[in-house]
């Protein structure tokens, strides 16, 4: 069994090209390897740090969490890495654990590496470049501009917020949002979810469809077959936004 482990170790090297300067030995890999959970001690389920956001936030909530484990120095420092990931995860696997004695020798050097994400003040302005990711819904993405925004210093009115919120849409929501001005910050993101549903379903059409086909009806020639392809662009643009029998979008 020795000799499988040896050779598991060997060929990790040969594959990445590790040669003899790092170890994937078990006891070199496992950081704390020594450290041993109470008895009856369950672990907890964690929010996890990439390097971005409150990083003071981030400790608070993790030490929150491990108050079972009465506030041992060496639980708190082995098991910080479960509630890393990104670049948070690497830095920990890149440290030398040898020079924490204590949970606080680790915090400091880790709010000293992050603490650029409290020197670096979200204002208005940046909220509008706060856009929405393909893979998360427009609910999502409300709760997660929402959480931004109360970063803002000084704080942000909720007529602002929806303001700016409304800047930082594409087009096609925007476009269907941009009433909901004077509305709460809820409303508006209950509101998304409802434009959201209708892009799915095919009952709104995407700004960027809405172009593409306004565009292709375009570039015919003038004349008689001209005013048609106009009237065919203002049925389409009118449609898209307000449906086949005009203005039929309510959102209560």
């Known amino acids: ?64 969490k491990m108050r079972g484990a009465g506030g041992k120095d060496g639980l708190l420092m082995a098991h910080f890495s479960q509630c890393l990931s990104g670049s948070a995860l690497e830095w920990y696997t890149r440290q030398d654990h040898g020079r924490w004695y204590t949970w606080d020798d680790l915090a400091q050097k880790f709010a000293c590496h992050f603490k650029y994400n409290l020197e670096i003040i979200l204002d208005r302005l940046s909220l509008t470049k706060l856009e929405k990711k393909h893979n998360e819904s427009f609910r999502e993405y409300g709760f997660r501009w929402r959480e931004q925004a109360a970063r803002v210093d000084p704080p942000m009115k909720e007529s602002e917020m929806v303001y700016y919120f409304l800047q930082a849409l594409e087009p096609t929501y925007y476009g269907h949002l941009v009433s909901a001005i004077g509305k709460s910050f809820n409303e508006v993101v209950k509101m998304g979810g409802m434009v959201e549903e209708g892009l799915k379903t095919n009952k709104i059409m995407s700004y960027s469809a809405i172009k593409a086909t306004t565009q292709a009806i375009q570039s015919g020639t003038g004349g008689a077959t001209g005013k048609k392809k106009k009237e065919d662009v203002a049925m389409i643009e009118s449609e898209a936004w307000f449906g086949p029998k005009g203005p039929s979008h309510y959102y209560n």
């Open 1 to 64: 069994m020795f000799r499988k482990v040896k050779s598991l170790e060997q060929s990790f090297r040969d594959i990445w090209g590790l040669g003899g300067q790092v170890s994937v030995a078990y006891k070199d890999l496992c950081l704390f390897h020594d450290v041993q959970l109470p008895a009856g001690f369950k672990m907890p389920k964690f929010d996890l740090y990439d390097g971005h956001s409150d990083l003071v936030a981030h400790l608070r909530g993790f030490c929150s």
